[in-house]
């Protein structure tokens, strides 16, 4: 069975950090593209960021580059994503998803095969 575990949501305040973790089961990790993918209340999906587990690349949504870093651990089969600098625009509830093979790009929403349940992330301001 496939699973996507997130965990490390919570409240933070605004120019704050906070680290989420995705573990990961039931498929072959290196074969899969994973990403974070978020939603805001009232606003649509957004890609935010992904990492290809073959070859460690990684791509961002312009809205989070140079403050988000995704990472792998190909060991334990989890993606984390650090947040830094937060803004209150960053509150969403944060999946974790799934697209098999390789990716030059990051993938649009409708590309994953597997999504977590999520986690919540609330910025204050």
């Known amino acids: 069975e496939v699973q996507l575990v997130e965990s490390g949501g919570g409240l933070v305040q605004a120019g704050g950090s906070r680290r989420l973790s995705c573990a990961a089961s039931?498929?072959?990790?290196?074969?899969?593209?994973i990403g974070w993918v978020r939603q805001a209340p009232g606003k649509e999906r957004e890609v935010v960021s992904c990492?290809?587990?073959?070859?460690?690349?990684?791509y961002y949504a312009d809205s989070v580059k140079g403050r988000f870093t995704i990472s792998s651990d190909n060991a334990k089969n989890t993606v984390y994503l650090q947040m830094n600098s937060l803004k209150p625009e960053d509150t969403a509830v944060y999946y974790c998803?799934?697209?098999?093979?390789?990716?030059?790009?990051?993938?649009?929403?409708?590309?994953?095969?597997?999504w977590g349940q999520g986690t919540q992330v609330t910025v204050s301001s």
């Open positions: 039931g498929f072959t990790f290196d074969d899969y593209v």
């Open positions: 990492i290809s587990s073959s070859d460690g690349s990684t």
């Open positions: 998803a799934a697209n098999y093979g390789y990716t030059k790009s990051l993938p649009t929403e409708d590309e994953y095969d597997y």
